[in-house]
């Protein structure tokens, strides 16, 4: 994995944001894959089901808090008769190193995949710094 994130498999905490959760469905880790270039870190998100104005993305300090929300699949003049998949809404956490520009990440959706791209930040170069007289 790379060390520009990290990633546990436990669940969003509840107030993450100062926020409480007030929906009352399950709620899945949904599964992700990180890819790493020389330039930037490439997230990519299962979650099907989730709208675009159903996707949350949350950066605090270093804490980058992802939230989808699930709308209801019903089917008219269908009787369902069994389901594998349940319905629910997605969380998932991962904290970024300082390596990451937090101002360059860029989010986009497509067929159920969220993916972000996370640009490396600049090395830091080294510069002379004068001194001023009083």
């Known amino acids: 994995m790379a060390q520009a994130l990290?990633?546990?498999d436990r669940q969003v905490p509840n107030k993450l944001d100062g926020s409480e959760r007030t929906r009352s469905r399950q709620v899945f880790v949904p599964?992700?894959?990180?890819y790493e270039t020389q330039d930037q870190v490439v997230l990519l998100i299962d979650m099907p089901g989730v709208a675009s104005d159903g996707v949350d993305i949350t950066l605090e300090k270093r804490t980058l808090a992802i939230r989808g929300y699930a709308t209801d699949q019903l089917r008219e003049n269908y009787r369902q008769?069994?389901?594998e998949y349940g319905a629910g809404d997605y969380e998932r956490v991962f904290t970024l190193s300082e390596d990451i520009d937090?101002?360059?990440i860029e989010a986009s959706q497509k067929?159920?995949?969220?993916?972000?791209v996370l640009p490396k930040?600049?090395?830091?170069?080294?510069?002379?710094?004068e001194l001023k007289t009083a």
Do not use: F, H, N, S
């Open 102 to 104: 937090r101002e360059g």
């Open 6 to 8: 990290q990633t546990t």
């Open 121 to 129: 930040a600049a090395p830091a170069k080294a510069r002379k710094i």
């Open 81 to 83: 008769i069994y389901a």
């Open 111 to 116: 067929d159920g995949v969220l993916r972000l």
């Open 31 to 34: 599964r992700a894959d990180i």
